[in-house]
């Protein structure tokens, strides 16, 4: 076997072959030095790549799930209002009940979904009744999926259109969250006292 690096002492070639393979020898090595690939610089830009990538990736994961919920503030001054109306929509497994002081509506949901058409019939009529009012207290159950929950508070923030309104209908924006398990513990203690 040849060499590529050595010319073999012992073999004589005619002088135009030797001269060829010489030059042959010659661009094959100046072609391996110059070929070098600078892997350092590669690996910098690879490096600050990754950090602003995953920097941007949590910064817009972090906006997708955000709710937008208004969080009371305590106060050490009790709140003055005119009445005690309290608007309150608990979302069950099979069904949906609004209640408004003594009144109670129950929606039944419609192939395992919250029928949000009647759900926002009933609450443009107590818009209507009161247009002031903004405050409304969402109480879900334990194993109600996330996306029936989002559906429901985005119910209760707007309406959609209706043949006889432009526009989407602001209805109650200030939306506090609770379970329903909790409420049912202190009716049942305040009963049983």
Same mark, same amino acid.
């Given at each position: 076997? %040849?060499?590529?690096?050595?010319?073999?002492?012992?073999?004589?070639?005619?002088?135009?072959?030797?001269? #060829?393979?010489?030059? !042959?020898?010659? #661009?094959?090595?100046?072609?391996?030095?110059?070929?070098?690939?600078?892997?350092?610089?590669?690996?910098?830009?690879?490096?600050?790549?990754?950090?602003?990538?995953?920097?941007?990736?949590? /910064?817009?994961?972090?906006?997708?799930?955000?709710?937008?919920? %208004?969080?009371?503030?305590?106060?050490?001054?009790?709140?003055?209002?005119?009445?005690?109306?309290?608007?309150?929509?608990?979302?069950?497994?099979?069904?949906?009940?609004?209640?408004?002081?003594?009144?109670? %509506?129950?929606?039944?949901?419609?192939?395992?979904?919250?029928?949000?058409?009647? &759900?926002?019939?009933?609450? #443009?009529?107590?818009?209507?009744? !009161?247009?002031?009012?903004? !405050?409304?207290?969402?109480?879900?159950?334990?194993?109600?999926?996330?996306?029936?929950? /989002? #559906?429901?508070?985005?119910?209760? !923030? %707007?309406?959609?259109?209706?043949?006889? /309104?432009?526009?989407?209908?602001? &209805?109650?924006?200030? /939306?506090?969250?609770?379970?329903?398990?909790?409420?049912?513990?202190?009716?049942?203690?305040?009963?049983?006292?």
């Amino acid at each position: 076997m %040849t060499s590529l690096f050595q010319a073999e002492p012992d073999f004589e070639e005619p002088e135009c072959r030797r001269s #060829r393979r010489s030059r !042959r020898l010659k #661009r094959k090595l100046k072609g391996r030095a110059d070929g070098e690939l600078n892997i350092v610089s590669m690996i910098d830009v690879f490096a600050v790549l990754v950090f602003f990538l995953l920097v941007g990736s949590s /910064i817009s994961a972090s906006k997708l799930h955000t709710l937008n919920l %208004t969080i009371p503030v305590a106060s050490s001054t009790p709140v003055k209002t005119d009445d005690d109306f309290h608007l309150a929509v608990s979302l069950y497994k099979d069904n949906v009940v609004v209640t408004q002081g003594e009144k109670e %509506t129950r929606l039944a949901h419609v192939n395992g979904v919250v029928d949000t058409a009647s &759900l926002a019939k009933v609450l #443009r009529l107590i818009k209507s009744e !009161r247009p002031d009012e903004e !405050r409304v207290s969402l109480l879900v159950e334990d194993s109600i999926p996330y996306g029936q929950i /989002i #559906r429901v508070m985005d119910s209760l !923030r %707007t309406a959609a259109p209706s043949s006889n /309104i432009d526009g989407a209908e602001k &209805l109650f924006p200030a /939306i506090s969250m609770g379970d329903i398990s909790l409420q049912s513990l202190d009716v049942n203690d305040a009963g049983g006292k």
